[in-house]
């Protein structure tokens, strides 16, 4: 799915996300169940791509967007079809310990245990005051 040497990410064999992605390119791809839009007012557009499926894998992807050029993917990933509708009752830090150890192992699976390329990053993170976890790719040379 994620190719380590162009950080591209195939959705199937007709179309695939890459570095050079731009807002329009990705809503002509139409994925996912639905997307949501959100423009920051500050150059930065975010595009959430709600339960995507590649392969017998669901993603909730968020794009981000720095004048439409792709900067960030962040996504969550699962075998079933991923609620949007949950409340901060179901959350937990401890719960989302295991999601970022669950999506460490992920990656381990997908592309091995190298973090950091040509391309950019890719990393699973735990974000405290976000109130997640998830894998972000950020593209750019590092």
Known sequence: MIDITTGHITIDSN???NPELTILELKNL???ESQIETDL???WTRIQVNNLKIDNEYFLMTFSFLNSAIQIISFIVDNKPIQTNKSWYDYSIKNEKLKQKEYSDWLDRQIGSK???KWGEIESVLDNKGGGSSIVMR???K
């Open 41 to 43: 007012q500050n150059g």
């Open 139 to 141: 593209y750019g040379k």
């Open 15 to 17: 179309n695939s996300i």
């Open 115 to 117: 973090r950091k390329f």
């Open 30 to 32: 139409n994925l996912g």
